[in-house]
Each structure stands twice: as C-alpha cells, then as structure tokens.
C-alpha cells in the first residue's frame, strides 16, 4: 500500500477549510515532545558566602546551612559558581542587579537616581523568560493558554528598576502580581463562549468521522488519533474553571492579607498557583519574585525584626547580622525546596516522569554579597531535569557572563539562539551544562 502522508490524505478526503488547520498537526500530534518548562526565581540583597558555596566543586560537593534544605534534591541540583553580571553603564548595582539580570542588557538612560551619580530607567531589552515565553507560543504544540506567570511576593507598590525583572521588550517593564486572588483570577476566571466553540470543534470532529468511513485501515487509524487529538484541544479551550482542570486548583485564602507578617502564606499560596499552572499545562514559563533589590521586608516569622537590606550591609565581622543573614537565605533555599517537591509530587499527564523531570528552577540574586554590591559569583541554583543538564554537581564557571548562562537555558528549551542580551557578552557561546 502506498505509505499515508499528510498531503495525499488531505487530496484524498478533500477536507474543508474548517478542518484543514487541524489536519495540517497530523504528523506532529503522532510523537508529541516532553514539554520543558522553567521557572526563575529571585531573592534580593546577595547571600552569604560562606554559608552558601560548597568547599568542593564536582559531584563530591556537600551543601552548606543555607543550602541544607535542598538536601533531598541534591542529585537534581546544580549549583553554578564564578558566573558574573557583567552588564555595565548607567544606574547603581542594585539597579543593574535587578533589571539587567533577566534582560542581559544595559539600562536605557533616564532620570531615576540610585545610590551612584548616574540615574538610569528601564532595561533595553526584554527578558530571558520573556524569550523563551514566546518562542514557545510561537508554535502550535508547545502553546499554553497562559503563555507565561510574572508572580511575586510582598512586591512594593511602586515601579522603578529595583522593582522588576521580567520585561516584555525595551523599556517594557512586566508587573508581578502579588496577589493570590488575582493571580487565581487571571488563570481561571475568564469564562470563554463555550456554545461557539463547541460548534466548531464539533463540526470539525463530525466531518472527520465522515470522511473516516471513506479512509483505508491505515487512514482510519491515523484519522482516529487525530480525533483524539481534536477531543484535547476542545478540553483544553473549555477550561473556563477549577472543574475542568486536570488538577483542580482551589481559591486561595480570601482572608489572606497582602502584609509583611504573612510573606510565608504568600510564598505557599504563589507557589500552589504556579504548580497549579504549570500541571494544567496553563503556562511553561514562569517568574517568581520574592520582595524586590533593596528589599526591606521583615523576616518576623524567623524571629529577626530587622529590615533585610540593612542587614545585608552590615560587615562580615557583625556575627550576629551574619546569622540572621543565614537564616534568611535559608528560608528561601526552603522555599525552593518546597517548589521542588510541589513539582515532583504531581505525575506528568502522559505517564513519563512527574512536573520536576521536566521542569528546571533557576534561583538567583541581584548581587553575589550584598555588603560589597557585587556582581560577581553571584548564586545561581538549577533543580530538577527540565532541560537536559547534568546535576548532581557543583560547576565553577570562572567568571563567565550571565548571558551566557540564559543561551544554555534558552538551548535547553529547543531554542537555538546565539545571542541574549548584549551580544559582545555571549561570543563564547552557552554555557556546557549538558554534560
């Protein structure tokens, strides 16, 4: 028998118009890919070195008291040390910390004053996230209805460079929403016209069916999975509430106060949201910011009154503010932990693995200390196996750019580009996670 091909099929059956856009994913909806997701979070005020990088690099590596809480992940880890933010020109570091790390590109000039003698704006560029989001909705296999989450937590009600990270394009700054509720409202409360979409989808299937009683044996099969195929998509569109989901996801608290005190149940809220996303295949992209650059919030759940960016400037010798350091940092890394295990306790839909196989969390920071403001050995944390590199190890990169780093992510996803960011900082190529 000659062998069935997308075009002789479509010859023979003569399907219509409405159906020759469904048709045209035959092939591809055959051996549909693992989806790859991440998911970047940001910490403010640098960390604490020497509670935080590993006394030796390779897989002999043992965490550190902040890192202790991603003990059960350590063969899923990768922690990059010697990676540098290297963007340069206007605005002061927290700045450039801020709103150069995602978009690896220079602040445009501009008229707001930070602790340098040059004022700047916003980023030039958009952000890694933001790339990688609209490479994937740029095909029709790996869009989400969502396309991507900017989540944050206890962000401050104001916008300025020390306030965002994730950018749309040049001088395109993306809030984040720290807000459960509306979070929650974004994702499922849109109600979409389900009486016209089921019209078309129906009809679409129902011509299919006829033209299946028409096909050769081989036909009729290829003809039923992509009905199957039709029976997703229309699944898919009518997800208008939690009912539909595949994992129904409940409301958050309504009685959730957006405060400083409640950060953790902010934290927990955010992240069951974006696990929720993330399961229901609402979004394969995702940031998380928690406070912002200079952030000032009080970690009072851990029994530190103290402002953390004073804190953060305090000197190495300050034993005291060097401990609140370590346990603030190690509130986050528990934070990211929780994440990790939220993502690995949900299967994957298809049977192959569960949400953290396919899903790598990139944690990082404005600054590598934050008593000196530097942008160098900033921490960058990797968990779970959503893009193919090798964990279970600690790599010194030797003072590589970051962009760099963000071209091995955006590979890792199936996006080969050569460049991220300011250019002349990616002429050695992505980083060599793979292996």
Known sequence: MIPLTRRRLLRNLGLSAAALPFAGSLRAADAPAPKRRVIFVFSPNGTVPDEFWPDANGEGFAFKRILEPLQPFRDRTLLLKGISNQVRGDGD???????????????????????????????????????????????????????????????????????????????????????????????????????????????????LRDFAAKASAADRELLDRHLTHVRELEQKLRQADTGAQRHPVPPPDPKLELVNDRIPDISRAQIGLLVGAFANDDARVATLQYTNSVGQARMTWLGIPDAHHTLSHDPDHAKESHEKLVKINTWFAGEIAHLAQRLASIPEADGNGNLLDNTTIVWTNELGKGNSHSQDNIPFVLVGGGLGFKTGRCLDLGGAPHNRLWLAIAHGIGHPITKFGNAALCKDGPLPLAS
Request: net charge negative.
């Open 93 to 207: 570091g927290h700045m450039r910390g801020m709103s150069c790390m995602l978009t690896g590109i220079e602040l445009f000039p501009g008229n707001i004053q930070g602790g340098s003698d040059t004022p700047a704006g916003w980023a030039s560029g958009l952000s890694i996230d933001q790339e990688i989001r609209n490479h994937l909705q740029a095909n029709p296999a790996t869009a989400t209805r969502a396309g991507s989450l900017c989540l944050g937590v206890s962000v401050p009600n104001r916008a300025d460079p020390w306030t965002r990270w994730a950018y749309a394009g040049p001088n395109q700054p993306l809030t984040p929403i720290d807000d459960p509720a509306r979070v929650f409202q974004s994702l499922y409360g849109g109600v979409k016209d389900r009486e016209t979409l089921g019209s078309v989808l129906d009809g679409v299937s129902a011509e």
